[in-house]
């Protein structure tokens, strides 16, 4: 396994979690990492994304204010810290090691890590 998350689990509408995103074989620290999830039944879609350098590239419009990515290129490990959860938020949430060390797409992914479930019960 490449890329690992963790962190995911049930959680009650306005709870918290922090997601972890490692690679225990090799780093990713001169690339953007990006979080991206997908819920039941719809396309994966981005969630936020972060330089090597640990500059936020952007959020979705429906996580801003509520999730921050961050990154420890020391521990090789990316953190997405989910705050104020929606049930709308259920997916499972992958991480993914872009291409570029600047920029993060959907189309431009070297490796996916395994996913980690997320639900929010209302």
């Known amino acids: 396994v490449q890329l690992q998350a963790s962190g995911g689990g049930l959680v009650q509408a306005g709870g918290s979690l922090r997601l972890s995103c490692a690679s225990p074989?090799?780093?990713?620290?001169?690339?953007?990492v990006g979080w991206f999830r997908q819920a039941p039944g719809k396309e994966r879609e981005f969630v936020a994304g972060?330089?090597?350098?640990?500059?936020?590239?952007s959020y979705a419009d429906s996580v801003k204010g509520r999730f921050a990515i961050s990154r420890d290129n020391a521990k090789n490990v990316v953190y997405l810290e989910m705050l104020t959860l929606k049930p709308e938020d259920t997916a499972v949430y992958y991480c993914?090691?872009?291409?570029?060390?600047?920029?993060?797409?959907?189309?431009?992914?070297?490796?996916w890590g395994q996913g980690t479930l997320v639900t929010v019960s209302s």
């Open positions: 993914a090691v872009g291409k570029s060390s600047r920029s993060i797409s959907y189309k431009d992914i070297s490796y």
């Open positions: 972060i330089t090597w350098r640990g500059e936020v590239i």
């Open positions: 074989k090799r780093t990713f620290s001169n690339n953007a």
